[in-house]
Nanobody, 125 residues
Framework: QVHLVESGGGLVQAGGSLRLSCAAS????????MGWFRQAPGKEREFVTV????????YYADSVKGRFTISRDKAKNTVYLEMNSLKPEDTAVYYC??????????????????WGQGTQVTVSS
């Protein structure tokens, strides 16, 4: 059973930075894709970024490209989301997700089997 636990959310001013962590457990994550999604009040869950565990290949939503960076630490079984130049529109609950991967991008929420509980990120103007 895969277990994902996010941490690192909080309140930050516009232009600031935060680093989210996703601690993964329950199996080895070779061949997995690890994604970050976010959901603002009244909106659908939105893809942010994904990393392929084995290769480190990454893909970003246009809205965060150049500001956010996803990475993974295989030794710690942890995925990180470094968020810089934060904007008020980045305010949301951020979720870590995992699925057995392949060559596809996996940018839709329904494509993921496992989810964390989420961590709140609030960016004040």
């Amino acid at each position: 059973q895969v277990h994902l636990v996010e941490s690192g959310g909080g309140l930050v001013q516009a232009g600031g930075s935060l680093r989210l962590s996703c601690a993964a457990s329950g199996r080895t994550f070779s061949s997995y894709a690890m994604g970050w999604f976010r959901q603002a009040p009244g909106k659908e869950r939105e893809f942010v970024t994904v990393v392929k565990w084995d290769s480190g290949w990454t893909y970003y939503a246009d809205s965060v490209k150049g500001r956010f960076t996803i990475s993974r630490d295989k030794a710690k079984n942890t995925v990180y989301l470094e968020m810089n130049s934060l904007k008020p529109e980045d305010t949301a609950v951020y979720y870590c997700a995992a699925r057995l991967g392949g060559s596809y991008v996996y940018s839709a929420a329904y494509e993921y089997n496992y989810w964390g509980q989420g961590t709140q990120v609030t960016v004040s103007s």
